[in-house]
């Protein structure tokens, strides 16, 4: 299902043959690196693929989210959770696909819709419920809520609520990495909306420029809240965006799990090896509205749209690869299931028992009181 | 004791703060290359080389950011914008982003960085370019924010302000980068945050200001002393923490105050502190607190209409008499 689109398109100069040559640009660069780890590609596959233990673990980590998310939809509509919400339910490829590419010191940064890549990278259910829930044990004590999950223990640096707002610090992770002589990488998710912002512009250039270790991860859900991709971009292929920073990108199919991993790992290597930024656009669908305020199939796309698009669930995917490859069972699966909603359900009485953050909390962490 | 100027005290400071501290870099726009658009980095890519003093593109919005997610993982960045008027670009960062990030993580990611460049008008530059930022900037929790109004209070400032592990916004004034002042060769030079300094004793009528109004505001003092008036000037150095101590003590000994400031009146800082000292000095008062402070219009670009449209010592000393019952 991969296509792979590596500068596919070129500036009009380049394709004029007028850039010269002499000098080995950041696209001649990674060009000449993908010829040159296609040899290697077939390990990066092998790789990604795993074997049964690393497929069943993906597998539990998109059914946590997904049994997870349906219990956010469940506490949000008796109150129990406040506020925006967005969930992820449809897009659990995504999060989980690429997360388990990367390293524990590798970073992570989200937009709002973040409880999946959380729940992949490694903050407990409990800690994201009770947040959720707005309650001290929340993994933002209760300050954050949906929309700002942070652990500074796995390195994710947030839940940012301002579309595109979130580019420009991954940038300035990735400077940071490299202004340290590390060998760490940053993962950016955001939806394909934020394409259009100007700080989507900023970010890459800088990126590309000063050649960070960023991977900016669009998951293109096709909506940026009810505006559909073709109604909001003069370019719908947007990986192609990719080329105005000659910066490398991949389209990638987000409903498989798999190949997720496999593109993440790929640009891991560029950027690990010669810190050179990608660029993926990831394909993928929400099953859920925008929000909890928005109904499932809403004003702005079809039922039989919806109804089409979840034909490629990305837990059935993998599911259904495993069956095939791994024996997997309906048995099996039904165990899995069975683990994992006791474990949301834990994460939920967890939640509703810890206390509300206590008033003394209201002014703390507004400034720290220390120097350096 | 060395007489110098506040651009080159501002060098010192970044200079002696990048010599103290490897993850305190420079980032800006014309700050390597070039030597700084108004050269206060001057000679400094030639010290620290361009991993640490970075010029980048003209990127407001996406260089704050940059300098954000650098402080999240433990550099201590200092973005300079080549004015304030630019900054605006960026506010979402300042703001939503450097502020509030400590507070929103539940206390995990301190934002150990500062913002600094000019601020308000300098001169005929029109509306765009003269502009006075710090009731904007002051009004958000999660941000400090300093106006060093001399070379000395801007190295000290400035050094305090790096230190801090909390979003410092440096507030500078073009019109200030040539001004001179005594900043002690041999010693290390630091002002502490959110303490002010009375400028100049006086017992009659207490001027409040920060910024370049200490200037305005020492041009009005003597010309009150002229008619045997004696103004105090507080110089609150830093807007937030505001040194409420420090404005109290000077209005319970004169009991008249003058805000002075040079931004817009509706919402300005001044109009913060003015609501302090009726709310906590009601009884030293004899008289209701006014304030100075500009037009509230565009800022235009014909020199008369320029004139007219900011605050001046002029301006300054009619506020004192109003206070005195003079006028």
């Not at chain 1, 954050?144 to 839940?159: A, E, I, K, P, W």
């Not at chain 1, 900016?216 to 940026?224: K, Q, T």
């Not at chain 1, 995917?317 to 069972?329: I, K, P, S, Y």
């Not at chain 2, 014309?30 to 361009?50: I, W």
């Amino acid at each position: 299902m991969r296509d792979v689109s590596r500068s596919r398109r070129r500036s009009p100069a380049r394709a004029a043959g007028d850039a010269g040559g002499s000098n080995s640009t950041t696209t001649d660069m990674a060009q000449k690196q993908g010829s040159e780890h296609n040899g290697a590609s077939g390990s990066i596959e092998a790789a990604a693929k795993g074997d049964a233990a690393l497929r069943r673990d993906l597998l539990r980590e998109m059914l946590l989210i997904r049994r997870f998310e349906e219990r956010c939809a469940e506490a949000y509509a008796i109150g129990k959770i406040g506020g925006f919400c967005h969930l992820y339910i449809g897009q659990e490829g995504v999060g989980v696909g690429a997360i388990s590419a990367l390293r524990e010191d590798d970073y992570v940064i989200a937009s709002y819709r973040e409880h999946g890549q959380a729940l992949a990278r490694g903050i407990s259910a409990r800690a994201v419920m009770a947040e959720l829930f707005g309650r001290v044990d929340g993994c933002s004590k209760g300050k954050g809520g949906s929309m700002h999950l942070f652990d500074r223990n796995v390195n994710f640096l947030g839940g940012h609520g301002i579309v595109g707002g979130h580019l420009p610090i991954a940038t300035g992770v990735g400077f940071a990495i490299k202004y340290r002589g590390g060998d760490q990488v940053c993962v950016c998710f955001f939806g394909e909306a934020a394409v259009n912002n100007g700080a989507f512009h900023e970010a890459l250039n800088m990126a590309a420029l000063w050649k960070l270790p960023v991977i900016y991860l669009i998951e293109n859900n096709r909506y940026g809240m009810g505006t559909a991709l073709e109604r909001a971009s003069a370019i719908n292929d947007i990986a192609e965006r990719a080329c105005s920073y000659d910066m490398p990108s991949e389209v990638v199919d987000g409903q498989d799990v798999l190949a997720v991993r496999a593109a993440t790992m790929r640009a891991l290597q560029r950027a690990r090896g010669e810190s050179i930024p990608t660029l993926l656009e990831v394909r993928t669908y929400r099953f859920m509205g925008h929000s909890m305020s928005d109904a499932v199939s809403g004003t702005y796309r079809t039922k039989e749209e919806l109804e089409e698009h979840m034909k490629r669930d990305p837990i059935v995917v993998l599911r259904m690869m495993m069956e095939q490859e791994d024996g997997w069972t309906d048995a099996d699966m039904s165990k899995l299931d069975e683990e994992i909603k006791a474990l949301v359900q834990d994460a939920w009485d967890f939640a509703d028992a810890s206390p509300e953050p206590p008033l003394e909390a209201l002014y703390e962490d507004v400034l720290v009181d220390t120097t350096s | 004791m060395a007489i110098i100027t506040y651009r080159d005290a501002l060098n010192q400071a970044l200079r002696e703060e990048m010599q103290r501290d490897d993850r305190v870099f420079l980032m800006g726009e014309e700050v390597g290359v070039y030597q700084g658009a108004y050269k206060v980095s001057k000679g400094m890519l030639q010290e620290f080389g361009e991993m640490r003093v970075v010029d980048t593109p003209i990127t407001e919005l996406g260089f704050a950011g940059v300098g954000v997610g650098a402080a999240m993982v433990g550099l201590r960045p200092i973005i300079e914008f080549m004015t304030w008027n630019f900054a605006l670009l960026a506010l979402d960062q300042v703001v939503n982003s450097a502020a509030k990030t400590l507070y929103m993580s539940g206390g995990q990611y301190p934002m150990a960085m500062v913002f600094r460049g000019p601020n308000g008008a300098a001169l005929q530059l029109s509306a765009q370019h003269s502009q006075a930022w710090e009731s904007w900037l002051a009004h958000i929790p999660g941000l400090k924010v300093v106006a060093p109004g001399t070379p000395y209070d801007a190295k000290g400032l400035l050094k305090s302000a790096i230190r801090d592990d909390n979003p410092v916004i440096v507030l500078e004034g073009e019109m200030l980068y040539n001004t001179k002042g005594e900043v002690p060769e041999n010693e290390e030079v630091v002002v502490p945050l959110g303490q002010a300094e009375v400028k100049r004793e006086g017992t009659d009528v207490s001027f409040i200001t920060w910024g370049k109004m200490v200037l305005v505001a020492n041009q009005a003092a003597e010309q009150l002393a002229k008619e045997n008036i004696a103004a105090e000037i507080v110089d609150l150095r830093t807007l937030s923490p505001m040194d409420v101590d420090a404005i109290a003590t000077s209005v319970s000994k004169t009991n008249r105050a003058v805000v002075l400031e040079e931004g817009w009146s509706v919402a300005g800082f001044g109009a913060h502190v003015a609501d302090f000292i009726q709310r906590e000095c009601f009884d030293d008062l004899d008289a209701p607190v006014v304030r100075v402070h500009q037009e509230d219009v565009p800022m235009p670009y014909a020199k008369n209409l320029e004139r007219a449209a900011k605050p001046d010592a002029k301006k300054a000393v009619a506020a004192a008499k109003k206070v005195l019952y003079l006028e």
